[in-house]
């Protein structure tokens, strides 16, 4: 997000400047379900990894980060007061909700 890409199409060229797309409606909701962590999309949208009606199990690799083993290897990160998707310069960032 913030840097700027070129663009060709056909003799045409664009300069745009990307941003983060969270559409609305994009959630996930994490449980814990016999001991194991659950990551299910509740929004109109998947996220990452994850797809509405299919949920799945993610596997801890420390004390406060879990990781699944399918897919891209999405990463789920806790912290006071928020939850992380995938720690690092691409992360997504989001709340409790109650």
């Known amino acids: 997000a913030g840097t700027s890409v070129r663009l060709k199409f056909a003799d045409k060229e664009v300069a745009?400047?990307?941003?983060?797309?969270?559409?609305?409606?994009?959630r996930i909701a994490v449980r814990v379900v016999k001991d194991e962590l659950v990551v299910e999309a509740i929004g109109d949208w998947s996220v990452l990894d994850f797809e509405k009606g299919k949920p799945a199990v993610l596997k801890p690799v420390s004390a406060s980060e879990f990781q699944l083993e399918a897919g891209e290897r999405t990463r789920l990160?806790?912290?006071?007061g928020r939850v992380v998707l995938n720690p690092g310069p691409w992360q997504i960032e989001g709340t409790r909700a109650n």
């Open 16 to 26: 745009v400047v990307r941003e983060a797309i969270r559409p609305p409606g994009a």
């Open 77 to 80: 990160g806790f912290a006071p």
